[in-house]
């Protein structure tokens, strides 16, 4: 009996640790102020622009995690990131398997995100962080 509740009281406390580090793995407020979030489709490939108005020191942005995908974001200039989403990958299709060997697959993200949530992972002061958000339909962003 004694083993049972036991094993009982370390299940719970387990998913409650769980659930704790999970919520605390996005940070409220961001270290940034994104101004604007836009995106382009050319030939099946989703590029994203975040603008962003300002950012504090010793924070840089790194990735974005979108349609439950994730892109390096790239700094275009002082205040724009761009990331690429490939919402159609070109496989190869070969009867030679080193060939075939060859496709990557998608980048999938860690995160289980709703249709209008979007993460941008970052490193502030050398430590890895979240930010979530939702995307209005005043961003432009389309489904992939």
């Known amino acids: 009996?004694?083993?049972?509740?036991?094993?009982?009281f370390?299940?719970?406390?387990?998913?409650?640790?769980c659930r704790s580090a999970k919520e605390e793995l996005f940070t409220q407020p961001a270290p940034f102020e994104?101004?604007?979030?836009?995106?382009?489709?050319?030939?099946g490939q989703l590029w994203i622009t975040v603008g962003i108005k300002s950012i504090d020191q010793g924070v840089n942005l790194e990735e974005i995690h979108y349609q439950n995908q994730v892109a390096k974001l790239i700094r275009r200039d002082c205040c724009n990131f761009v990331a690429h989403l490939d919402s159609k990958p070109d496989f190869i299709m070969s009867d030679n398997p080193l060939e075939e060997a060859k496709n990557r697959p998608p980048h999938?993200?860690?995160?289980e995100l709703g249709p209008n949530e979007t993460v941008i992972g970052y490193t502030q002061n050398g430590k890895k962080r979240y930010f979530k958000f939702d995307i209005t339909a005043d961003t432009k962003v389309p489904q992939p």
Do not use: P, W, Y
Not at 10 to 17: E, I
Not at 34 to 43: C, F, G, P, R, Y
């Open 10 to 17: 370390l299940g719970f406390g387990l998913v409650a640790a």
């Open 34 to 43: 994104i101004k604007s979030v836009d995106s382009q489709t050319e030939n």
């Open 108 to 111: 999938q993200s860690q995160f």
């Open 1 to 8: 009996m004694r083993t049972l509740l036991l094993v009982v």
